[in-house]
Nanobody, 123 residues
Framework: QVQLVESGGGLVQAGGSLRLSCAASGRTFSIYAMGWFRQAPGKERQFVAAINWSGVSTYYADSVKGRFTISRDISKSTVFLQMDSLKFEDTAVYYC????????????????WGQGTQVTVSS
């Protein structure tokens, strides 16, 4: 099993920045990729970004390209999501997850999920 704990969410004004962290523990050797998803009230869970655990390949949703950056620290088994130029429409609960595949954009391909962290952007 893999346990994931997100942190770094909060309230920020439009145009501001937040950095989310997701620390993994347990059977981290089984992780092939990690991703970030978000879900706003009344909407489906949406892919945000993903990164290959063993490499540097990254993938982004069109809505966040140029504003969000995903990265990872292998030694700390942690993935980060740097969010810049935040918009009101970025408001959602953000979840990190692990996948047995690389670069997946589909939630059903992720096995373990964190509890989520709330990001609220005020206008």
């Amino acid at each position: 099993q893999v346990q994931l704990v997100e942190s770094g969410g909060g309230l920020v004004q439009a145009g501001g920045s937040l950095r989310l962290s997701c620390a993994a523990s347990g059977r981290t050797f089984s992780i092939y990729a990690m991703g970030w998803f978000r879900q706003a009230p009344g909407k489906e869970r949406q892919f945000v970004a993903a990164i290959n655990w063993s490499g540097v390949s990254t993938y982004y949703a069109d809505s966040v390209k140029g504003r969000f950056t995903i990265s990872r620290d292998i030694s700390k088994s942690t993935v980060f999501l740097q969010m810049d130029s935040l918009k009101f429409e970025d408001t959602a609960v953000y979840y990190c997850a692990t996948s047995n595949l690389s670069g997946s954009r589909y939630a059903h391909e992720y096995v373990y999920w964190g509890q989520g962290t709330q990001v609220t952007v005020s206008s």
